[in-house]
């Protein structure tokens, strides 16, 4: 979710703020980065890899391909709109799949992002990770970081998670996706959820939140069932990037917190 940029941020946001509503989302931006390869083979380059039957097996961990992290893929890829599996309890401190937690991290943090799911970098198997740190904190304007109560967390690694909404209260903001790379939309998000998992050692975890991380949840969360955000962004709110700041349509929700109507 989310990848921040201060050279965008500062480009954009400082010169076309937007009137009519101050509660953008940062305009983030996420850096092609062709000198990676991809995770799997038919789109790798020829050198610096190993087949992508290592990864899977958990022979792939070489010092050559620990260096040279995955990309990203991208919306349309069918890893993304299918449902990821869970990964066996008795595998978790596997090499393969603390290979795959430690590859998340990096592509994580080099996109910058404040989230990634498996299936991001071709892997379907339950498991996000995400981070939001003062300084990607920052780089955003106050009021904004107010209205969407985002607050820094330390590094969380969240193996087969289990997503619970709380409360009757939602959030209305722009996101955006590292797999669909240049665009925002609004996305209507509970405003508190409980998740329960496992951590990278296997031990059971159970985190509350609310606001941006509790956000950050539900989008990764939801990329483990095969759902972006673009499945369900607010009608008329999708643009690009650079448009993030302009007004929205005529009828659309404002953004900001709304309690669920009680039927
Ligand atoms: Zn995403």
Known sequence: LLPISKTLFLQTSKSRRCPFHSLHESPNFSPKSPHFHHFRQYKRPPSKV???????????SNKKTAEVLPEIVKAGDPVLHEPASEVPIEEIGSERVQKIVDDMIGVMRRGPGVGLAAPQIGIPLRIIVLEDTKEYISYAPKKEIEAQDRRSFDLLVIINPRLQKKGNKTALFFEGCLSVDGFRAVVERHLEV????????????????RGWQARILQHEYDHLDGTIYVDKFVPRTFRTVENVDLPL????????VRSLEQA
């Open 249 to 256: 349509p005529v009828g659309c929700p404002q953004l900001g």
């Open 194 to 209: 409980e998740v329960t998992g496992f951590n990278r050692d296997g031990t059971p975890l159970q985190i509350y939140a």
């Open 50 to 60: 190993s087949p992508s039957s290592a990864w899977f097996s958990g022979f792939g």
